[in-house]
């Protein structure tokens, strides 16, 4: 979250003029600043564009509950659409939180399409399973599996996935975007969310362990000749690539 500020205004005081001129100070000179603080208005836009119904306010609801970070509107309707470009019958999520992000996916995949996600926690998993059937999805469209994703990546197929979402600790986005080059077919997407370190990505100054993880991660995929990647500015920012 970027810090608030009392106004968005510049106070421009002048300096004290020479004792002969007046001792008096002219009156305080209010000047708009060049930028207002916060997200600019087109974000707010693009938010508000991505409307949610009950139920993924409902799954949002309970996750702020849980102290639990989900993706933004718009950053689940950019899975959403990605889901659906690709016509994805096989999604890999890595993070199952309350359901939202897989709710999204899940109205992007394949009416055949079954969603396997992945969370250490066994009572996140209880919520999101309920507010997948609430969503009107069969049981047979999810694959939930409890443990930690890179105790369980190993065991999923080599290159049967049509999409990868990795919503991971910070420390583990690496590993899991290795994983995801393994999972996913040729033409197969990945998107991974947080990339933007809470605006600390571009900080030069920011060297926290989960900054330099993410920022290497993100290196990484745009050097590496395996992936034809792009950043999306939404939410929290998606890092998504193609696999060539």
């Not at 933004?72 to 899975?79: D, E, I, R, W, Y």
């Not at 919520?127 to 999923?156: H, K, Q």
Request: aromatic residues 4%; hydrophobic residues 45%.
């Amino acid at each position: 979250m970027h810090p608030k500020r009392a106004s968005a205004y510049s106070l421009i005081r002048c300096a004290r003029v020479p004792p002969r001129a007046s001792d008096r100070c002219p009156e305080v000179v209010i000047v708009p600043s060049a930028r207002p603080f916060g997200p600019p208005p087109s974000v707010h836009f693009a938010e508000a564009y991505a409307s949610e119904d009950i139920v993924l306010q409902t799954a949002r609801s309970l996750a702020l509950e849980l102290g639990l970070d989900s993706v933004t509107p718009g950053a689940g309707s950019v899975l959403r659409l990605l889901a659906a470009a690709g016509n994805a019958k096989a999604v890999v999520e890595i993070g199952t939180g309350t359901g939202v992000s897989g709710t999204w996916l899940l109205r992007g995949m394949r009416a055949d399409g079954v969603l396997t996600t992945i969370d250490v926690e066994n009572e996140h998993q209880r919520i999101a399973r309920r507010i997948f059937v609430e969503a009107g999805f069969a049981s047979s469209r999810t694959r939930i599996i409890t443990g930690r994703a890179l105790d369980v990546l190993p065991r999923l197929a080599d290159g049967v996935y049509d999409m990868v979402f990795v919503d991971a600790d910070a420390t583990e986005i690496g590993a899991c975007t290795d994983a995801a080059l393994r999972l996913l077919r040729p033409g197969g997407v990945l998107a991974v969310n947080g990339i933007m370190a809470d605006g600390r990505i571009s900080d030069p100054s920011a060297r926290d362990v989960d900054t330099l993880t993410i920022r290497e991660t993100v290196r990484a995929v745009r050097e590496s000749e395996e992936w034809i990647p792009a950043v999306v500015p939404s939410g929290a920012g998606l890092l998504t690539a193609v696999k060539r």
